[in-house]
């Protein structure tokens, strides 16, 4: 569901970040699961289904929870020192629903830190030299970010099956 024509700003930016996470489980709904974790652009080889919800989700924590919420990387992260750049993504062993259901579950506690936080309010974590992200910079970013992987999944999915839009595809 969109948000409101005339909600406030809060209700703008959270409503349509959340509008195009819904939309993240319509592209999935009746894949199999080799459907979700094949390959379809070969020179993209991280590029199919499963990765991408997988990037959403560990983008979501890493901006929400370690940036904002300034939680500290203990292990729980994919990311090590000496490991694959795009670690998140490497996930051919985990069925779709999994990746869903924690994707959604990530989003949920992005949720819960917005909402304790006031739209002006920095990152608690300094990640770059130029400064901290206010909590609108985060939002919208998460918009981009997850309209563009969306976009992403619109063409994954028509390569592998056909199914184009945002109706349900099963």
Known sequence: MRPPLAGDEREQLVGWLDHLRS??????EGLSE????RVVLPTSPLTNVAALVAHLRWVEYS???QNLGGV?????TPWTPDGHPDAEMLVDDVPLAQLLDEYEAENARSNAVVA??????LEKAVVRDSGQASVRYVLCHLIEETARH??????VRELLDGG??????S
């Open 150 to 155: 969306l976009g992403h999944l619109d063409i």
């Open 72 to 76: 500290p990387d203990t292990g729980q």
């Open 63 to 65: 901006w929400f929870q």
């Open 116 to 121: 304790a936080m006031d739209l002006g309010d």
């Open 164 to 169: 184009v839009g945002y109706e349900s595809m």
């Open 34 to 37: 080799v459907d979700a974790h």
């Open 23 to 28: 939309l993240v489980r319509v592209k999935c």
